[in-house]
């Protein structure tokens, strides 16, 4: 269980967003290497949606595989390779991850705080994008997950589905993008290399159309790094999750004829 605990008088400083050093070197292998076990899962499933159609279309097994190529191969290779490149410290220190599970009351704060920016902001670039959607034709697609709200998916789904959404997505995501993708770029592009980030975020989740909301989200999540480490990113992340997917269940749960 995370406890909040008070913040101490001298906490360890987030790692510099700008300076590129040496250390940034094994982590350009390591998102090469992302990329390859993202190209590779992606094929995978591939072959079983060609193969054996009626497990994509199987709500939980459709869900899982939706986590294989980017959360699970992707993270899986950059860590691999990591762990064979980075010499001196432990895989751990290596993927950013903090030496404690305490959150500080400080860190939930600014988490708190940057939540109620992103919201309004995310809702009224969606708005926005609806509009120009809906004016010149163009299908503005269902997120995964409210396309599974449209079915009977059973209680057991959906508990996968929220250790998915709120656990496995926000950890493997911010460690591959906000750490391996990012110190990559930023031994190239030391100044742009939130941006750059923040652009392959929103590019890889396959929707178009939410492309811009998901830039300022891994903007406002490359800022929870700087502040906190990637501890503060992966807190961001999750508790927004968290809070979309209840958006969606209880949006369904109370206009069941929608």
């Known amino acids: 269980m995370i406890i909040a605990a008070p913040e101490k008088q001298s906490p360890t400083p987030a790692p510099p ?12 292998l390591a998102g090469l290497a992302a990329g390859c076990g993202a190209m590779l899962g992606l094929l995978f499933v591939a072959i079983v949606q060609h193969f054996f159609p009626a497990i994509i279309s199987a709500p939980l097994p459709g869900f899982l595989l939706g986590l294989l190529p980017f959360q699970l191969m992707a993270g899986g290779a950059a860590a691999l390779t990591l762990r064979a490149r980075v010499s001196g410290q432990s895989l751990w220190t290596a993927l950013g991850l903090p030496d404690s599970l305490i959150l500080s009351r400080a860190m939930l704060g600014r988490v708190l705080s940057q939540l109620l920016v992103l919201y309004p902001a995310l809702v009224a670039i969606n708005l926005a994008v609806i509009a120009v959607s809906e004016h010149f034709g163009w299908p503005m697609p269902e997120q995964t997950l409210t396309q599974y709200a449209r079915q009977d ?33 930023r031994y190239f592009s030391p100044r742009h290399a939130g941006l750059w980030t923040a652009l392959f975020f929103s590019l890889f989740h396959g929707l178009p159309q939410y492309a811009p909301a998901l830039f300022i989200l891994g903007l406002i999540l490359q800022r929870a790094r700087s502040e906190g480490g990637l501890a503060q990113a992966i807190v961001l992340h999750s508790v927004f999750n968290l809070i979309s997917l209840l958006l969606i269940v209880l949006k369904f749960a109370y206009a069941p004829g929608d």
Do not use: K, N
């Not at 967003?17 to 350009?28: K, M, N, Q, T």
């Not at 589905?161 to 993708?181: K, N, S």
């Open 17 to 28: 967003e700008v300076s590129p050093s040496a250390d940034d070197r094994p982590y350009v």
């Open 153 to 185: 998916c059973g209680a057991a789904f959906w508990i996968i589905a929220a250790l998915g959404v709120v656990l496995v997505a926000p950890v493997c995501e911010e460690l591959l993008f906000r750490q391996v993708i990012f110190r990559s770029v």
